[in-house]
């Protein structure tokens, strides 16, 4: 679902899949590997401490309602879910805390056997109690993430049972083959400390407030410093289960460095600084192709970028957001502003998700065609809308080149730029027009290969504000009633026949979307981090647990 912020660009071959050009992932098990005997590596600063650059700060680390890539990027290091993708695969997947599981024929039943030897990171064990609480905590907060397991489990306490302490089974009264995938999930599915959500509690939230900046999970790294604006601090966790599945040099210290300006962390890295780097422009990711001393690794996802057409104020009628959409110059975005490094989004889908349409309608540039929709619908030159985007290159670009286009049909268009935390509260949150901007930049990816998964959070009305990521408050009772039928459809061409109809009304009959570009995950690391790879779904996150540095 993000999402969550789409930063970053590839260059070169936009949906090339390069998997392992920073270096080969060791399999499990196996040690890192070190210097010649008498070599010592200069590094000039500590070689067990990871130093990341990153453009903002993150802002939530509570699973049930994180949907924002930054914060996800701590949770994904220091909390842990049942299963997880594995390695680049979003079909296979492999143990986290479930050593093993099981299900019966018609998948009514799964089964999950827990390992034994989890702590979280207060030292209170991760068992059954504890994954049932976790996730009946997360469906019935109601909380953005919540979807992920509330549209499979309507009643936790029937549905989730514990059958010993470190066995918990999960009963359905129909067919559930995805709950995998949703238990697959980097958002969401993680499993906190009951403990610790006791302990913070306060007037009943279940310890949501406390949650925003602190953390109760199991992972490889502790959150232990949080300083806004300044840097995020992850500590190795010793008694993380994991550590003997990856013997060897390993990272002390993750230090996430909070750098907004793109031109700093470019210095900063091609300096070695820093070790890895995210977002950069596609001249700037260009030249740091060719640095023998970095690798710009990417990899393909099923993100989208979009803008956000609010369903309310001036945008009300649908001819209104037509016209929109045929305003956006697209060829001068994808090929002058992004020099051809990504490709164009063709409908609300990515075109790997499952129940993509080939034949999806298609927005042309047309300014005379949106004229005269305009007229249709009464508007007078003159009106003005705003645009709000984070404080970033990609979406200041398009709202740019949006403003321009408007402008020639009498439409002033206002560009509001906010940080990530800020920015992320609004699309995020619960305020209404007129204080809600009428457009939005954003970008999504699912969290799991499933059409209802990626659709929901976006253009379901119950997932309006803090519901979900429906940032326009988007709704139509025909794409309402296509998202609650679909998780009941097993027929994988009936499935894709609703959703053939789904997207034609969110991007022709009743816009709730302009479809921007798909683009691949980029990371910019220095040649000397090894270990790492890459997920379509788990986008711009890292398992820090699995990186070394090479020499060391």
């Not at 992850?234 to 300006?261: A, C, H, N, S």
């Not at 999504?444 to 998964?453: E, Q």
């Not at 988007?474 to 039928?485: A, G, K, Q, T, W």
Request: charged share 25%; net charge negative; proline share 7%.
């Amino acid at each position: 679902m993000n999402r969550r912020v789409v930063v970053g660009l590839a260059i070169l071959g936009c949906i090339a899949v390069l998997l392992g050009s920073c270096g080969p992932a060791r399999p499990a098990g196996t040690a890192a590997p070190t210097a010649p005997a008498g070599a010592t590596p200069a590094l000039g600063r500590d070689p067990k401490t990871l130093v990341v650059a990153i453009y903002s700060n993150p802002s939530d680390l509570d699973p049930a309602s994180n949907n924002e890539q930054l914060g996800n990027l701590i949770l994904v290091a220091t909390t842990e879910g049942l299963v997880r993708a594995k390695a680049e695969n979003i079909e296979e997947f492999e143990p986290q805390l479930a050593e093993r599981w099981e299900h019966n024929e018609d998948y009514t039943v799964w089964t999950f056997y827990l390992r034994k030897n989890a702590k979280f990171h207060d030292g209170t064990p991760v068992n059954a109690e504890a994954v049932k609480f976790s996730f009946t905590r997360l469906v019935q907060s109601g909380l953005g993430m919540s979807y992920i397991l509330s549209q499979f489990i309507t009643d936790p306490e029937s549905q989730i049972v514990v059958k010993d302490e470190y066995t918990i089974e999960f009963r359905f009264d129909s067919p559930t083959p995805l709950l995998i995938k949703a238990l697959s999930s980097g958002y969401g599915s993680f499993v906190i400390s009951p403990a610790a959500v006791k302990a913070h509690e306060k007037d009943g939230d279940l310890a949501h407030e406390w949650l925003q900046t602190n953390e109760a999970g199991s992972g490889a790294y502790m959150l232990t410093e949080w300083s806004p604006n300044q840097q995020v601090v992850l500590t190795r966790f010793e008694d993380w289960w994991g550590w003997e599945q990856y013997p060897g040099f390993r990272f002390d210290k993750i230090v996430l460095k909070i750098v907004p300006e793109m031109a700093t962390r470019r210095s900063l890295i091609e300096k070695g600084d820093v070790d890895i780097a995210l977002d950069f422009s596609p001249q700037d990711l260009e030249a740091l192709a060719k640095n023998p001393d970095i690798v710009v690794h990417r990899s393909e996802t099923l993100a989208v970028r979009y803008i956000v057409l609010g369903e309310y104020g001036p945008l009300a009628d649908p001819r209104v957001r037509q016209a929109i959409a045929y305003a956006f110059d697209y060829d001068g975005y994808v090929n002058d502003v992004l020099k051809g490094t990504a490709i164009r989004a063709r409908g609300p889908f990515p075109h790997k998700l499952q129940c993509w349409d080939p034949n999806v309608f298609v927005y042309e540039t047309d300014l005379e065609k949106a004229k005269a929709l305009l007229e249709e619908a009464g508007v007078q030159p003159g009106m003005e809308i705003r645009f709000m985007c984070e404080e970033m290159d990609w979406p200041v670009q398009v709202g740019q080149i949006l403003q321009a286009q408007l402008a020639q049909i009498g439409i002033n268009l206002k560009i509001e730029q906010r940080d990530t935390s800020t920015y992320s509260g609004i699309f995020y949150g619960d305020v209404q027009w007129p204080e809600r901007p009428e457009l939005m930049a954003w970008g999504w990816w699912p969290d799991y290969n499933d059409p209802t998964d990626y659709a929901w959070p976006l253009f379901h009305s119950q997932a309006a504000g803090s519901a979900g990521a429906n940032a326009g408050f988007y709704s139509n009772p025909r794409v309402d009633e296509i998202l609650d039928i679909a998780p009941s459809i097993t027929d994988t061409a009936k499935l894709c026949e609703l959703y053939k109809e789904f997207q034609d009304i969110v991007v022709r009959q009743d816009p709730a979307w302009i479809p921007l570009v798909e683009r691949p995950d980029v990371r910019v690391l220095r040649k000397d981090i090894g270990g790492f790879q890459a997920n379509p779904i788990y986008v711009e996150t890292f398992d820090f647990f699995r990186l070394y540095r090479i020499g060391y």
